[in-house]
């Protein structure tokens, strides 16, 4: 079975650092792109980082320089520290698998189609 | 950066009912569009990936069409379990970002 299950959240306090973990089992993590996206409460989705199959990363500006994705390929799990916590980063963080199709310049992206079921994030002194 | 416009903010409908769903583009995605359903609690579903093509397991009643800047999500006859909110979400090439419209809350009238 297709899977993603979301680890590490907690109650962190401004300026802390918190690892968020995403396992994955019925595909491989390296394979794929794999995001992060977060959902804070009462709000919309809101994308935060992926990391391509090639290992490139990219990252939203309202995170950026402070966030890290990564992955372990040897336990097919996906990452994301998070460094410099503040208030606004309080939300439910999902990781997701992209779906792309096609090759070359005929690459597209369809869509995210597998999640994990979230693991909240609060900071808060 | 690629705004989301989606309307109506709610929608209150009855079971049975046809539900039209708008997602308007600040600037022209192709039919680079996708759709996805959330229930209260649970992650996002994804439903519709290129504008118009319904994901695998999503029922027929869904339907997404357009292309360009205006995107519409419909729901054929309104079944109890399809009350949720729904977000459009496009993907620019360079730099890579995802954006997410801001949702539609479908809530039984």
């Known amino acids: 079975e297709v899977q993603l299950v979301e680890s590490g959240g907690g109650l962190v306090q401004p300026g802390g650092s918190l690892r968020l973990s995403c396992a994955a089992s019925?595909?491989?993590?390296?394979?794929?792109?794999m995001s992060w996206v977060r959902q804070a409460p009462g709000k919309g989705l809101e994308w935060v980082s992926v990391?391509?199959?090639?290992?490139?990363?990219y990252y939203a500006d309202s995170v950026k320089g402070r966030f890290t994705i990564s992955r372990d390929n040897s336990k097919n799990t996906l990452y994301l520290q998070m460094n410099s916590l503040r208030a606004e980063d309080t939300a439910v963080y999902y990781c997701?698998?992209?779906?792309?199709?096609?090759?070359?310049?005929?690459?597209?992206?369809?869509?995210?189609?597998?999640w994990g079921q979230g693991t909240t994030v609060t900071v808060s002194s | 950066e690629i705004v989301l416009t989606q309307s109506p903010a709610t929608l209150s409908l009855s079971p049975g009912e046809r539900a039209t769903l708008s997602c308007r583009a600040s600037?022209?995605?192709?039919?680079?569009l996708a759709w996805y359903q959330q229930k209260p609690g649970q992650a996002p579903r994804l439903l519709i990936y290129?504008?118009?093509n319904r994901a695998t397991g999503i029922p027929a009643r869904f339907s997404g069409s357009g292309s360009g800047t205006d995107f519409t999500l419909t729901i054929s006859s309104l079944e109890p379990e399809d009350f949720a909110v729904y977000y459009c979400?496009?993907?620019?090439?360079?730099?890579?970002?995802?954006?997410f419209g801001q949702g539609t809350k479908l809530e039984i009238k």
């Open positions: 997701a698998r992209e779906w792309w199709e096609g090759f070359g310049e005929l690459l597209r992206f369809y869509g995210m189609d597998v």
């Open positions: 019925g595909f491989t993590v390296s394979s794929n792109y």
């Open positions: 990391i391509y199959s090639g290992g490139s990363t």
């Open positions: 600037q022209s995605v192709s039919s680079y």
């Open positions: 290129d504008a118009s």
């Open positions: 979400q496009q993907r620019s090439n360079w730099p890579p970002a995802y954006t």
